[in-house]
């Protein structure tokens, strides 16, 4: 008899006949013999309805208050599916995260989880019973309503399988696992059958929305097995693991991810002295923006040139503070563009192959892409290119790197 976590995100749970679905599909699992924890998001569309109307009353509501209100999305789900469950003939029963007790933090809408007390549930399993829990949200030390961020429902689901050593974590979604790269780029892209953490982790930081980073943190940390599968489909979705595949057969590399979310920033001509690094990203940091890729040229004539990439919506900010820093330093220009994209090949491969990167370059040399930054680690290249070539260059990416999914008869 396993014990497993569900997590139903909110398109499963978007109406009364989808939770009436979810109600069966627990079930199933139910009456195989397994002791099993529901943790369900909103409604689709609920959370941002809240938001909505909070922001009718305040541009910027109060913080406790919007936590107070918004986690009552997940407060309505729990009750729906432990009502659709006990009508079926399954004993379950609802429980909110500070009913539960999810202790977190008092960073509201931001909150992380410091301890969950499992002894309620553990009560309720052993009296029989689906615990149904509502994700995203969590209580303080004084007892403060707490949520944990936009797609949190994620993070409930793994940190509760961690507290109660679950055998498995299930992320039922409105895909069938993780793909190599995005289905609606690439046709002939493939349901991963594993993936490690590691590698889950990049694809989801580079721009891969299937999980919440911070889900993948928190699993990867406590090894707790995790699974993504489709609600309403059979199959057997993606599972992250902690285990790299030995085998030969398996490919380099692992997927694509790539994003549109970021923005390019040059200062010319700085002066090659020690220092220069910290003189232009310190004010950068200290403006709360996040630089992600840094190329800085070797000097000639004692100056150099220094790149960097921001998140879009930081372009702005930015692109001031550094025009302030250039006039202090005596730099010759900024310059900035926003028509720029990420693309990244992802695997643990990598670390036992050689010449993936110049694979890579050379796929998107034959389509006569050009690169403009180019950053490493251990298991992901990235390249930052025009944007309009995007995907063109995850097509050519993905043929080169032969994760292309077998061509159907007839096609
Ligand atoms: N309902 C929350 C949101 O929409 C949490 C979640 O769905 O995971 O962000
Ligand atoms: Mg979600």
């Given at each position: 008899m396993a014990l497993i976590v569900q997590k139903f995100g909110g398109t499963s749970v978007g109406s009364v006949e989808r939770i009436e679905q979810v109600a069966a599909k627990v079930k199933k699992f139910r009456d195989n013999g397994d002791d099993i924890v529901v943790v369900v998001s909103a409604m689709s569309g609920e959370t941002n309805r809240l938001i909505d109307l909070a922001k009718q009353i305040?541009?910027?509501?109060?913080a406790r208050e919007l936590d107070v209100m918004v986690s009552t999305g997940e407060q309505v789900t729990i009750a729906l599916l432990a009502m659709a469950l006990i009508k079926i003939g399954v004993p379950a029963v609802s429980y909110t995260g500070s009913q539960v007790r999810i202790l977190t933090d008092?960073?509201?809408?931001k909150a992380r989880i410091l301890?969950?007390?499992s002894q309620n549930i553990q009560k309720e399993l052993k009296a029989g019973r689906v615990v149904v829990v509502a994700g995203f949200q969590g209580v303080d030390e004084s007892g403060n309503i707490t949520t944990l961020g936009r797609g949190g429902s994620d993070t409930t689901g793994v940190a509760l399988a961690a507290a109660l050593k679950a055998d498995e974590c299930q992320i039922y979604t409105d895909v069938d696992g993780v793909y190599t790269t995005d289905p609606r780029v690439v046709a002939k892209a493939q349901r991963l059958n594993k993936i490690t953490f590691e590698e889950m982790l990049e694809m989801a930081s580079l721009?891969?929305?299937?999980?919440?980073i911070r889900a993948v943190e928190f699993a990867g940390k406590y090894s707790v097995p995790l699974r993504v599968l489709h609600s309403f489909q059979e199959g057997p979705g993606t599972l992250i693991t902690l285990d790299e595949e030995?085998?030969?057969?398996?490919?380099?590399?692992?997927g694509i991810a790539f994003n549109r979310d970021e923005a390019k920033l040059t200062i010319r001509?700085?002066?090659?002295?020690?220092g220069i690094a910290f003189k232009i990203l310190g004010p950068i940091s200290s403006a709360n923006v996040e630089v992600d890729m840094i190329v800085q040229n070797v000097a000639h004539d004692n100056t150099t040139d220094f790149t960097f990439t921001v998140h879009r919506n930081d372009y702005h900010n930015a692109q001031q503070v550094l025009e302030g820093i250039a006039r202090d330093m005596g730099a010759r220009e900024v310059i900035g563009d926003v028509d720029i994209a990420k693309v990244s090949i992802v695997g643990v491969g990598m670390r036992s192959h050689a010449g993936v990167a110049s694979r890579m370059f050379e796929a998107l040399a034959k389509e006569n892409i050009n690169i403009q930054m180019i950053s490493t680690s251990e298991i992901k290249v990235s390249v930052v290119i025009e944007e309009k070539y995007l995907e063109l260059a995850v097509r050519a990416l993905h043929t080169a790197f032969e994760l292309d999914a077998p061509t159907a008869k007839g096609d």
């Amino acid at each position: 008899m396993a014990l497993i976590v569900q997590k139903f995100g909110g398109t499963s749970v978007g109406s009364v006949e989808r939770i009436e679905q979810v109600a069966a599909k627990v079930k199933k699992f139910r009456d195989n013999g397994d002791d099993i924890v529901v943790v369900v998001s909103a409604m689709s569309g609920e959370t941002n309805r809240l938001i909505d109307l909070a922001k009718q009353i305040s541009e910027q509501p109060v913080a406790r208050e919007l936590d107070v209100m918004v986690s009552t999305g997940e407060q309505v789900t729990i009750a729906l599916l432990a009502m659709a469950l006990i009508k079926i003939g399954v004993p379950a029963v609802s429980y909110t995260g500070s009913q539960v007790r999810i202790l977190t933090d008092s960073a509201h809408s931001k909150a992380r989880i410091l301890q969950i007390d499992s002894q309620n549930i553990q009560k309720e399993l052993k009296a029989g019973r689906v615990v149904v829990v509502a994700g995203f949200q969590g209580v303080d030390e004084s007892g403060n309503i707490t949520t944990l961020g936009r797609g949190g429902s994620d993070t409930t689901g793994v940190a509760l399988a961690a507290a109660l050593k679950a055998d498995e974590c299930q992320i039922y979604t409105d895909v069938d696992g993780v793909y190599t790269t995005d289905p609606r780029v690439v046709a002939k892209a493939q349901r991963l059958n594993k993936i490690t953490f590691e590698e889950m982790l990049e694809m989801a930081s580079l721009g891969s929305k299937v999980l919440q980073i911070r889900a993948v943190e928190f699993a990867g940390k406590y090894s707790v097995p995790l699974r993504v599968l489709h609600s309403f489909q059979e199959g057997p979705g993606t599972l992250i693991t902690l285990d790299e595949e030995e085998s030969m057969e398996q490919p380099i590399i692992s997927g694509i991810a790539f994003n549109r979310d970021e923005a390019k920033l040059t200062i010319r001509g700085v002066p090659d002295t020690p220092g220069i690094a910290f003189k232009i990203l310190g004010p950068i940091s200290s403006a709360n923006v996040e630089v992600d890729m840094i190329v800085q040229n070797v000097a000639h004539d004692n100056t150099t040139d220094f790149t960097f990439t921001v998140h879009r919506n930081d372009y702005h900010n930015a692109q001031q503070v550094l025009e302030g820093i250039a006039r202090d330093m005596g730099a010759r220009e900024v310059i900035g563009d926003v028509d720029i994209a990420k693309v990244s090949i992802v695997g643990v491969g990598m670390r036992s192959h050689a010449g993936v990167a110049s694979r890579m370059f050379e796929a998107l040399a034959k389509e006569n892409i050009n690169i403009q930054m180019i950053s490493t680690s251990e298991i992901k290249v990235s390249v930052v290119i025009e944007e309009k070539y995007l995907e063109l260059a995850v097509r050519a990416l993905h043929t080169a790197f032969e994760l292309d999914a077998p061509t159907a008869k007839g096609d």
